[in-house]
């Protein structure tokens, strides 16, 4: 983790940040997973739709929470209000970090996931690990090297609960901030295309959290992209700092209705991290002044619409603070699903300070 000296020593190297309270961070990085929780749920049960099935059920854009249809093939019989494996991966993440004072151990992150996948499945649900994380994990159970069980991991899982290490990490050195992203994704997801979608959403909470604008934002998810992409082992994939830059431009000037037509046919919504991350960027970018707005859009896509909303939500509740958010749809996710958002907040904002944190 970053610590005090070189965030101070680093803090005249970017004027363009804001220097807020601790007060207005907490309300950001709470923001951030309320943010994060909110998108998820409502992408729940439009998730693995096709856009013109998003349309027939739930109409153009979704109003509100919404219960999975009863034939849906992933989140059948989940009620409104409930979270996916995005919002509970990223707090088993945010669990990780905590008790490791900030990092990362591979080997109980895995056990981590492993029990959760099983806890997951006692209680009937289908909603389980990703392709690229269960693959890795059987490899690394079957005695795989734990810095290369994870290089086929290109989907956007380590992406969609990236968000923690945001909150944990501060943005005044991107190559810090990346490497603490390599660390909670290497697992999984240690390709230079998940890497950099990953690096992208961090980047964007960092800053957001660290009071920066949606324009300094973009900037730093499109740089610490850059970074990311260098990292882990290279497969073949469309760059993703560049796709953020080319969908937020598709989609400047156009109304609700208009970017969730777009963005399926151009930038798709699938697990590829090169579409949902930049469709994710695309929708914050739009509509960041109106965050539940900005999550209703992300979660009317179909596709991986859960992952989509869930980053969006992280990325415009970084930049607006939770209190932005209706405070029935707080309410909502955090009765529905157990959840504590602002002490996972504190305890996160903890590591970033420099505290520390001794896990009870």
Avoid at 44 to 70: C, H, K, N, Y
Avoid at 333 to 339: D, F, H, I, K, P
Wanted: proline share 4%; net charge negative; charged share 20%.
């Amino acid at each position: 983790m970053i610590n005090a000296d070189d965030r101070a020593k680093r803090a005249d190297e970017s004027p363009s940040l804001t220097a807020l309270s601790s007060t207005n961070k907490f309300d950001r990085a709470a923001g951030a997973l309320y943010g994060l929780a909110i998108g998820d749920a409502l992408g729940m049960p439009t998730q693995m739709m096709t856009r013109e099935e998003v349309v027939s059920v739930f109409g153009t854009l979704l109003v509100d929470f919404e219960p999975a249809p009863s034939d849906h093939p992933i989140a059948e019989g989940m009620t409104a209000g409930r979270i996916t494996d995005d919002t509970e991966q990223a707090m088993l993440l945010a669990a990780q970090l905590i008790e490791g004072g900030g990092e990362v151990d591979v080997r109980r992150w895995a056990t981590a996931l492993m029990a959760w996948e099983e806890g997951m499945k006692a209680k009937g649900s289908l909603d389980l690990l990703g392709p690229s994380t269960k693959r890795a994990i059987a490899a690394l159970v079957d005695g795989g090297n734990p810095e290369e069980v994870g290089s086929r991991g290109d989907t956007n899982g380590a992406a969609m609960r990236i968000t923690p290490v945001g909150i944990a990490v501060g943005p005044l050195d991107l190559e810090v901030l990346v490497s603490n992203v390599v660390m909670a994704s290497r697992l999984t997801h240690n390709t230079s295309v998940a890497l950099a979608g990953a690096s992208a959403v961090a980047a964007a909470v960092s800053g957001g959290v660290e009071g920066a604008s949606m324009e300094e934002m973009i900037e730093l998810a499109c740089e610490a992209a850059a970074i990311g992409s260098r990292r882990g082992h290279w497969i073949a994939g469309a760059d993703v700092a560049v796709r953020i830059r080319w969908a937020i431009q598709l989609v400047e000037g156009l109304n609700a209705e208009g970017v969730v037509d777009l963005l399926p046919i151009l930038v798709g919504t699938s697990l590829a991290t090169w579409e949902s991350v930049p469709a994710a960027f695309a929708v914050a970018s739009e509509f960041w002044r109106e965050p539940w707005l900005a999550c209703r859009v992300a979660a009317s896509l179909g596709g991986d619409s859960d992952t989509i909303a869930a980053m969006t939500g992280a990325i415009v509740g970084s930049l607006q603070g939770f209190h932005v958010f209706p405070a029935k749809a707080r309410e909502t996710v955090a009765n529905e699903n157990g959840l504590n958002l602002g002490e996972m907040a504190t305890k996160l904002l903890a590591l970033r300070n420099g505290a520390g944190f001794a896990a009870t």
